[in-house]
């Protein structure tokens, strides 16, 4: 994927930057643009930084930031900015970095792959009473389209503890009741 700051407008007080996304994987390579503030770029970093990666972000600027000369710099820092996240294969295949420059209004895209996944998986668990579908799990890897769901073991005395906590059978009222606790992945 390639993004290029194109240009810049302003917008009812503040500056939008116009980002040309280019995405390599298609066939024939599908062009957008996505109109992006530079609180939208904050948020991408707070992103960045609750999975542990800090990234340099040009600072915020309270007056003067309308000045052609100030936005001009501003829009060469964060397209070094976006270059450092999209040179880094894991940081440029990152859901962050994705949902960033998806394409307007495809972002409801990633909610339908989370329901297709819920509702596979709770299938799945469904048809095995050994398991017990629990929490959604924050994002944990770096890969786009996948998902991790808490899963619990149902124990052999319907959520009592009982001689190693072996499968089949539980009831499910013991539902994470002292059995095992697992991580699923599911990918698209």
């Known amino acids: 994927m390639k993004a290029s700051i194109e240009n810049t407008q302003i917008v009812q007080g503040h500056t939008e930057y116009i980002i040309k996304v280019q995405n390599g994987w298609t066939k024939h390579g599908t062009i957008w643009n996505v ?3 530079y609180n939208d770029f904050v948020q991408l970093n707070k992103e960045f930084k609750r999975q542990h990666v800090i990234l ?3 600072p915020k600027k309270y007056i003067g930031n309308l000045n052609q000369k100030f936005v001009t710099e501003r829009q060469a820092a964060l397209q070094i900015y976006l270059n450092s996240i999209l040179s880094h294969h894991t940081l440029s295949m990152s859901a962050p ?3 960033f420059l998806d394409i307007p209004n495809s972002v ?3 909610k339908h792959f989370e329901d297709s996944a819920l509702q596979h998986i709770s299938m799945v668990l469904r048809s095995d009473n050994q398991y ?3 929490e959604l799990v924050p994002s944990i890897g770096w890969r786009a389209n996948k998902q991790y769901y808490a899963v619990n073991k149902i124990s052999d005395t319907g959520g009592k503890e009982g001689g ?3 499968g089949g059978g539980g ?3 013991g539902r994470g009741d ?3 606790k697992y991580i699923l992945s599911w990918t698209q």
């Open 97 to 99: 970095i994705r949902k």
């Open 132 to 134: 017990s579908l629990g």
């Open 35 to 37: 109109y992006k503030r």
């Open 108 to 110: 409801d895209s990633i």
């Open 56 to 58: 340099t972000l040009p």
């Open 164 to 166: 190693g906590g072996g």
């Open 178 to 180: 002292g059995g095992e």
């Open 171 to 173: 009831k499910r009222g």
